[in-house]
């Protein structure tokens, strides 16, 4: 079956340190990879994704992720977090299309981000 | 605001009654999705449009689920007869098909049900 897994349910990082966010994923093929975050009572906010090419990407609030396709992994991190930074950071993974797949996201179960001033 | 709308943003309802949601994607999308969100939980996927077409529900969906998005443009969704453990945030997104750097969903700020 298809997962994606965020094995950390919350991480805690001081102000000012590099913070990384754990994500791994079982689906075939080169999916497409995305990570969202989520501030209190509201929706998700789109950070960045992967599709192809170089490994390492950007994203806003000067998030990046690495992809690693031997380890099936997509970190997210930030070189230096900012208290702001806490919230719910979702990973999803999006099968490459193909006839008969609805290309829907599968989603982790979120990491909880706590930035201590 | 050129970003997905949900209305209402809240909604609280007796137990048995019937609510609808509205979701108003970003113009020039053709997909639209509804996911359903518990605390501390990631979203659960429910439905999805393609334009006006529905081509999937979730089967966690009961029958008292119903989707429409009639012009392939914004989207409601129903809930019959609801039941407390229907309380949950549901969120709608919408996304472009074709290009293959579109693709991306974008949300919108959901709209949280409690049933009461």
């Known amino acids: 079956a298809q997962s994606v897994a965020q094995p950390e349910d919350q991480v805690n990082v001081a102000e000012g340190n590099p913070l990384t966010v754990k994500c791994t994923y079982s689906?075939?093929?080169?999916?497409?990879l995305f990570w969202y975050v989520q501030y209190p009572n509201r929706g998700l906010q789109f950070l960045l994704k992967y599709i192809t090419g170089d490994n390492l990407v950007k994203g806003s609030y000067g998030f990046e992720a690495e992809f690693n396709k031997s380890q099936t992994s997509f970190h997210l991190k930030k070189p230096s977090a900012l208290v702001s930074d806490s919230a719910l950071y979702f990973c999803?993974?999006?099968?490459?299309?193909?006839?008969?797949?609805?290309?829907?996201?599968?989603w982790g179960l979120g990491t909880s981000l706590a930035v201590n001033p | 605001d050129t970003g997905v709308s949900q209305n209402p943003r809240h909604k609280i309802t007796k137990r048995g009654q019937n609510v609808t949601f509205r979701c108003d994607p970003i113009?020039?999308?053709?997909?639209l999705y509804w996911y359903r969100q518990t605390l501390g939980q990631g979203p659960e996927f429910l439905t999805y449009?393609?334009?006006?077409?529905?081509?999937?529900k979730s089967r966690l969906l009961s029958d008292r689920f119903s989707a429409e998005r009639p012009k392939g443009s914004f989207s409601t969704l129903e809930i019959q007869r609801t039941e407390q453990g229907d309380s949950a945030m549901y969120l709608c997104a919408s996304s472009s098909e074709g290009a293959v750097m579109n693709t991306e969903a974008f949300f919108g700020q959901g709209t949280r049900l409690t049933v009461v």
């Open positions: 999803a993974v999006r099968p490459v299309p193909r006839a008969g797949n609805n290309r829907k996201l599968i």
């Open positions: 113009s020039e999308h053709n997909r």
């Open positions: 449009f393609q334009n006006e077409a529905q081509l999937e």
């Open positions: 689906v075939s093929g080169n999916p497409y």
